[in-house]
C-alpha cells in the first residue's frame, strides 16, 4: 500500500517504530499534496488535514506491507480513515493513500 505522511510518522525513528519496518523510512520520497492544508484537531496535539484550495501540503510517500499497514492503522487510531489522494513527486503524480480524522480545525498545525 502506497501512502501519504504529513504529521508525527514523518520522523524516520517513529515510522520505523510503528510499522514495524525497520527499512520503511529509507523508502520515504519527498511529496506534495495539492489542496488541502495541514491542520489542528480540537484537543488534540495531532494534526489532520482540510480541503483547502491554493494550500498545499509536504510529506512523503512510501510503500508498506500489508502488516505495517495494520500496524500503522493502529498507531493512526480509529479516528482517522483512509482517503484516496493523488500527490506529487519529483518523477510525476502518484496514487497513494492518507489517514485524515474530521473535525479538523481551521488553525494550521504546529510540531
Request: net charge positive.
Amino acid at each position: 500500500m502506497r501512502l501519504f505522511l504529513y504529521g508525527t510518522l514523518l520522523n524516520p525513528a517513529t515510522l520505523a517504530e510503528r510499522s514495524g519496518d525497520p527499512a520503511a523510512p529509507r523508502r520515504c520520497i519527498a511529496a506534495i499534496l495539492h489542496g488541502w492544508q495541514r491542520v489542528a484537531l480540537p484537543n488534540a496535539r495531532w494534526p489532520t488535514l482540510r480541503r483547502r484550495r491554493n494550500s498545499e501540503v509536504t510529506g512523503a510517500v512510501v510503500d508498506v506491507d500489508a502488516a505495517a499497514a495494520r500496524r500503522l492503522a493502529v498507531y493512526e487510531g480509529d479516528a482517522y480513515r483512509l482517503v484516496p489522494v493523488v500527490v506529487a513527486t519529483a518523477t510525476g503524480n502518484i496514487a497513494a493513500k492518507v489517514w485524515i480524522a474530521p473535525g479538523g480545525t481551521c488553525r494550521p498545525w504546529k510540531e
